[in-house]
């Protein structure tokens, strides 16, 4: 069930980031993404913003990559554990303008220390597709997590 991790990954446009500041006062934000690769998420924000200073503060977080618009019954997600912070990628800003839409670039003039902006990235620790409830290829009656990596076959 690995294909759907790269699938959506480069179908979805928006993660929900799941964060929580010093004291586990937890805090999720959706963010505009693109995957480097699918151990490697980014995005830009303020590093003003809520779930910025949680990241600053606790690099741990949660994301959830999911198609809101499918009718009910019809969902598929991945869920990654991964670790966040100011990405140091040198290709990160090409990364990112490859998916943004034309004419919404990002150039370094938007970013700190000129710009009001930082590229964070997320280093994916475990992967997680959604295996629905009834799912007739697993024996569970209601929705769950299933563990996957790139190393399964077939």
Avoid: C, Q
């Amino acid at each position: 069930m690995w294909e759907t991790v790269p699938r959506l990954l480069a179908e979805i446009r928006y993660m929900v980031l799941a964060t929580a500041d010093r004291d586990g006062t937890p805090w999720a934000t959706p963010v505009y993404f693109a995957a480097r690769d699918p151990r490697r998420l980014m995005w830009v924000s303020s590093p003003d913003a809520r779930h910025s200073r949680n990241i600053a503060e606790r690099s741990e977080v949660g994301i959830t990559v999911f198609d809101s618009t499918v009718p009910v019954g019809g969902a598929e997600a991945i869920y990654l554990e991964a670790t966040a912070g100011p990405a140091d990628d040198v290709d990160a800003l090409d990364v990112l303008n490859a998916r943004l839409p034309e004419g919404k670039g990002l150039t370094s003039d938007d970013l700190e220390p000129t710009g009001l902006l930082r590229v964070y990235r997320a280093d994916v620790r475990r992967h997680y597709v959604l295996i629905r409830g009834g799912d007739a290829r697993f024996d569970n009656v209601i929705d769950a997590r299933l563990p996957v990596s790139p190393d399964e076959t077939g």
